[in-house]
């Protein structure tokens, strides 16, 4: 059974934008907290950011910071990752993750995982 769902991923060139969407069917994103994370060929996964929803607060790897936004939909129970000025480095597999409570997911500790959603950025 799908726990996560992302979406949104894409081919888009250099300075280009794309947003992510990371939903869950089945449960409310109300009380996690929720991270993306990505892997690029040749890399191990990474975290990017995440948003704890029990207070809105965010967080974002120095990579990404004032580039990309993560932000929540309480209506639509959905996370989404805003990617601006993209660069080749931000190819990658992106996968969101939701851990229940106040504390950001891990690759080793999270509650719930998505499949991924492919990002390619071209020149």
């Known amino acids: 059974e799908v726990q996560l769902v992302e979406s949104g991923g894409d081919l888009v060139q250099v300075g280009g934008s794309l947003r992510l969407s990371c939903a869950a069917p089945g449960f409310s994103l109300g009380a996690y907290a929720i991270g993306w994370f990505r892997q690029a060929p040749g890399k191990e996964r990474e975290g990017v950011s995440c948003?704890?929803?029990?207070?809105?607060?965010?967080y974002y790897a120095d990579s990404v910071k004032s580039r990309f936004t993560i932000s929540t939909d309480n209506a639509k129970n959905t996370v989404y990752l805003q990617m601006n000025s993209v660069r080749p480095e931000d190819t990658a597999v992106y996968y969101c993750?939701?851990?229940?409570?106040?504390?950001?997911?891990?690759?080793?500790?999270?509650?719930?995982w998505g499949q991924g959603t492919q990002v390619i950025v071209s020149s």
């Open positions: 993750a939701a851990l229940r409570g106040t504390v950001c997911p891990e690759w080793h500790n999270h509650d719930y």
């Open positions: 948003i704890v929803n029990n207070d809105g607060a965010t």
